[in-house]
């Protein structure tokens, strides 16, 4: 959902050619960091535990990989 709503705002930024929206985007990334650094993954840490701890390893947080 996260990926989603940023490339939305990436688009509607490039778009609108809008300083405003800009910011907007700028201020969603920062918030949704925030919210997944300090609740979401320390969150699924307790509730998972080391099956969660390999996931993370395996993967990256915003950007896909396209490793074999």
Known sequence: MYLSVTT???GETLLARSWQFVAYFFVW???VNLFVLGYEE???RRKVGASYERYVGSVNRWLPSFRS
């Open 8 to 10: 939305i705002l990436i």
């Open 42 to 44: 320390p969150t699924l």
């Open 29 to 31: 990334f920062a918030a």
